[in-house]
């Protein structure tokens, strides 16, 4: 059985993937580059309108950001 992605595990895999580094999606949403990192190692989780936010970066639902979905 296959272990399911974190949410920190998928932003980090997005971010890499659009070529980004934490502090481009920091600028992008606003908030502190640490932030970035924190969601990142599942120290903190982003609150829903970040969900949001990055789902409209990333042009990703936010269902596969919460691991709802795997596409």
């Known amino acids: 059985m296959q272990r399911k992605k974190t949410v920190g595990e998928r932003i980090r895999r997005l971010r890499k993937s659009n070529g980004m580094r934490q502090k481009d999606v920091a600028?992008?949403?606003?908030?502190?580059?640490?932030?970035?990192?924190?969601?990142?190692?599942?120290?903190?989780?982003?609150?829903?309108?970040?969900?949001v936010q990055m789902a409209f970066l990333f042009q990703t639902s936010t269902d596969y950001l919460l691991g709802k979905t795997n596409s």
């Open 27 to 51: 600028q992008s949403l606003h908030v502190a580059e640490n932030t970035i990192s924190d969601w990142e190692r599942n120290r903190t989780e982003p609150s829903i309108e970040s969900i």
